[in-house]
């Protein structure tokens, strides 16, 4: 007996998604091509592993237990790719990243052509969007995230430290004047990002302090939030990597630089569970983690003093 690779893997991942239709399209296949393949498993093992309804499908105990062996094969098989694909020449397939709208601007768009250049069997397919997507569900390989990770059973890497900072336009500041502890903020107007409603500050003797905030407008796009703290709307709070370039030119000045914006944000990476990383995806992951790890050293240096605080502006 012998097993036709890309039928055990439209397999699983249909398994995933409980879609015969979506499942078939990341694989170029139509419903019916998707359909008789899933069948020519059934018959080539003689079980059923499927449950089929108009609308979704569900694993059989066959089609669970067949599951588990599965995903074990295709990682071995995987595993094996790996070991035959380690020079650049090699390295081949399509790769599909999705991160943040202003960070994937800033830290993987302009390293897409040095990246390709240096592997050009690769295809990528990078979606960015400052919307969290479940990477599993939609095929995801490899994700940048920033901040806190939920516990879930995807698989992280730490790329770098991301220092946060609140920020106000000189404009703004004339205004309205400089808050000079914590609880001045709540005499402002702030500008939060999403749903926050508070923010959190470390004290150099570490007592934690706790603001509400509120404002004329809130937005979930980073990128629309700088633009209005830029106009002098109020204050935000901002990625030291997005904001830097901004107060390395004085049309962005620290508030509160002697405190330390809790929780301490990280930026990761994650990808999808179970798997073995394919060198594509090792091989995009490192190139990106050492480009990342450059610029943002590049926009910290004048901007932290030796203990990685904020410096005051001049």
């Known amino acids: ?137 939609m095929g995801v390989d490899l994700a940048f995230r920033i901040g806190d990770l939920a516990p879930s059973s995807l698989l992280a890497r730490k790329i770098d430290d991301n220092p946060l900072a609140l920020v106000a336009s000189p404009d703004y500041l004339a205004r309205r004047g400089h808050p000079k502890v914590p609880q001045d903020l709540a005499e402002h107007a702030c500008l939060p990002l999403g749903d926050t409603r508070a923010w959190k500050l470390i004290a150099a003797d570490g007592t934690l302090h706790e603001v509400k905030v509120s404002g004329p407008v809130s937005v979930n796009l980073g990128e629309a939030l700088g633009e209005w703290v830029l106009a002098g709307m109020g204050i935000g709070l901002a990625s030291l990597w997005y904001a830097g370039p901004d107060i390395a030119a004085g049309r962005l000045v620290p508030v509160l630089p002697e405190y330390r ?36 050293a590049s926009r910290y240096a004048s901007l932290l003093d030796e203990s990685g605080a904020i410096r005051r502006a001049d």
């Open 1 to 137: 007996m012998s097993f036709d690779l890309k039928n055990l893997e439209l397999f699983v991942r249909v398994a995933s998604l409980g879609v015969i239709g979506r499942a078939g399209a990341e694989f170029n296949l139509s419903a019916t091509n998707t359909t008789q393949r899933l069948k020519a498993l059934e018959e080539e093992l003689g079980v059923k592993l499927l449950n089929r309804t108009t609308r979704a499908v569900s694993l059989t105990p066959d089609g669970e237990l067949l599951l588990e062996h599965a995903k074990r094969i295709l990682d071995e098989v995987e595993a094996a790719r790996n070991l035959l694909s380690q020079t650049t020449q090699r390295i081949s397939g399509s790769l599909r990243v999705t991160a943040s709208a202003s960070f994937g601007r800033s830290h993987i768009v302009p390293f897409v052509p040095e990246f390709l250049r240096l592997y050009p069997g690769v295809t990528l397919d990078l979606h960015l969007t400052d919307t969290v997507v479940d990477i599993v569900e």
């Open 261 to 296: 914006v809790w929780p301490e944000a990280k930026i990761w990476a994650v990808r999808p569970p179970g798997r073995i990383m394919a060198a594509r995806v090792k091989a995009f992951l490192d190139f990106m983690q050492a480009r990342i790890v450059e610029t943002n």
